[in-house]
């Protein structure tokens, strides 16, 4: 028996964000969701990477094939983001989730990294199909704080891996059973990072359309503080219903025309519309605009357009600084990690930054790409993401430490010693791995969580010689 997908799809930007950096793609063959991170613009532009990576690739696959088309397009969506960054190095940090089916009739086929979620709704039970990549994922499962605890948790934006660039960042494939009367559920955490599953399983039932103006509103009634993105879709059986679409971020660039950062119109960084006229433009308007007042002397009209050019760039560089020292940054201060207020930049020799805090992790305890993206400086749009790096950093720190003590002890040969009474057997035993430990350790790039601002996202951990 062949089955179909009735659908339906939903992308909006929330109650708080100026802009979308969600993108999802329906098809009746792929349902899929990608949450991007990494700034306003760079957000935008790797969650629509994926989404026309995965676009490509939709098509008539069955089983195996399904993963390995799904595989093939996240690692294409990660080289075309490397590529990006190296072309334009403000791109510098940017990523997205992935979390999507592609459907043969039959069975389902499942690709995740990140934190966005793909759900299954079989006879009134809710059972979650993908598992988060994040910090507080580890602490749920180790059983070391509740599912409620972990949408509060301070470390909450932590993702440990996401399409990034680096090839060792690799999604969760799975082959995953469906049968008639499945009701599927893919979401950025705009909902599924707002509300435990219970809350969301309540509001499952009915049809398709009252259903997502159920889940709409939850999302909106926990504040509506990040982009939400919302895939519905009934398995069925007889002919596919919906409509194949492109939604979110994805939808307003040209996914058929290959990416240039030289030609692109990317969306205006947050804080930035205030200096979107150039205060030399403005005085050019003012100092030939029509005037009446043809009595003023010629001496006269040359001093105020002077003046009012000097205060206009005056008072633009006045709001370009102020919006800088709202800015705060991730870097080395001496032989340490520090966290900085403003750009790690200067003009006319005067620094743009100030020491915020400092913290005792020390560069050279950290793995070698750690410590050069500390030295590169890692942008963060507020104190507490801010700190939230440094967390991580700190994690990667201690591990390396402990790596090294390992293979230390692993390299020094006992002296021989002679004995003339029988060896005592060692009753001694290993040490237990410390419970406070998690599973994995958090990466570079937090993804933005409300009500706080977002840092970039940390490149997640991977096996690295210290």
Not at 33 to 57: F, N, P, Q
Request: with cysteine; aromatic share 4%.
């Amino acid at each position: 028996m062949t089955l179909a997908l009735r659908y339906l799809a939903h992308s909006e930007i929330g109650l708080v964000r100026k802009n979308n950096q969600d993108s999802a793609y329906v098809s009746p063959t792929m349902l899929v969701v990608a949450d991007g991170m990494g700034g306003a613009a760079a957000g935008d532009l790797a969650s629509a990477v994926a989404i026309k990576e995965l676009r490509a690739v939709d098509g008539d696959h069955t089983g195996e094939d399904m993963l390995t088309a799904l595989d093939d397009a996240i690692a294409n969506a990660a080289a075309q983001i490397a590529a990006l960054v190296k072309s334009d190095g403000s791109l510098e940090g940017m990523g997205s989730t992935v979390c999507g089916v592609m459907f043969d009739g039959n069975t389902l086929g499942l690709a995740n990294i990140g934190d966005s979620r793909a759900y299954r709704y079989r006879d009134g039970a809710l059972t979650r199909l993908s598992r988060d990549h994040s910090w507080v994922q580890t602490l749920v499962e180790d059983g070391r704080i509740t599912e409620a605890e972990a949408l509060e948790h301070p470390h909450r934006s932590l993702i440990l891996r996401v399409v990034n660039g680096q090839p060792q960042h690799l999604p969760d494939l799975e082959l995953v059973d469906a049968a008639a009367g499945d009701r599927l559920l893919i979401c950025s955490d705009g909902l599924c990072g707002m509300v435990t599953d219970a809350t969301i399983q309540a509001e499952l039932d009915g049809e398709l359309d009252e259903v997502m103006e159920r889940l709409i509103a939850l999302a909106h009634a926990t504040g509506g503080q990040d982009n939400i993105t919302i895939v519905l879709a009934d398995i069925v059986e007889g002919e596919p219903e919906g409509a194949t679409q492109v939604l979110g971020a994805a939808s307003s660039l040209d996914l058929d025309a290959p990416f240039d950062t030289t030609t692109m119109q990317l969306p205006t960084l947050a804080g930035e519309e205030a200096l979107v006229e150039d205060p030399a433009v403005l005085a050019e308007r003012a100092r030939y605009s029509p005037t009446t007042k043809g009595r003023v002397a010629a001496w006269l009209k040359v001093t105020i357009a002077v003046v009012l050019t000097l205060g206009l760039i005056g008072g633009g560089l006045g709001l370009w600084y102020s919006y800088t020292q709202q800015r705060y940054y991730v870097g080395p201060e001496e032989a340490t990690v520090a966290i900085f207020r403003g750009v790690p930049d200067a003009i006319w020799n005067l620094p743009l930054s100030s020491l915020v805090e400092a913290d005792n992790t020390r560069l050279d305890d950290l793995p070698p790409y750690y410590q050069e993206q500390v030295r590169a400086t890692i942008r963060a749009e507020s104190l507490e993401a801010a700190r939230t790096i440094v967390g991580g950093l700190r994690v990667k720190a201690r591990e390396c430490i402990a790596q090294r003590e390992v293979r230390a002890r692993a390299t020094q040969s006992p002296a021989p010693t002679v004995s003339t009474t029988p060896a005592t057997p060692d009753t001694t035993q290993s040490a237990k791995p410390d419970p406070s430990s998690p599973s994995e350790s958090p990466a570079i790039s937090p993804r933005p969580t409300s009500p706080s601002p977002t840092a970039a996202p940390l490149p997640p951990p991977a096996p690295e010689e210290c």
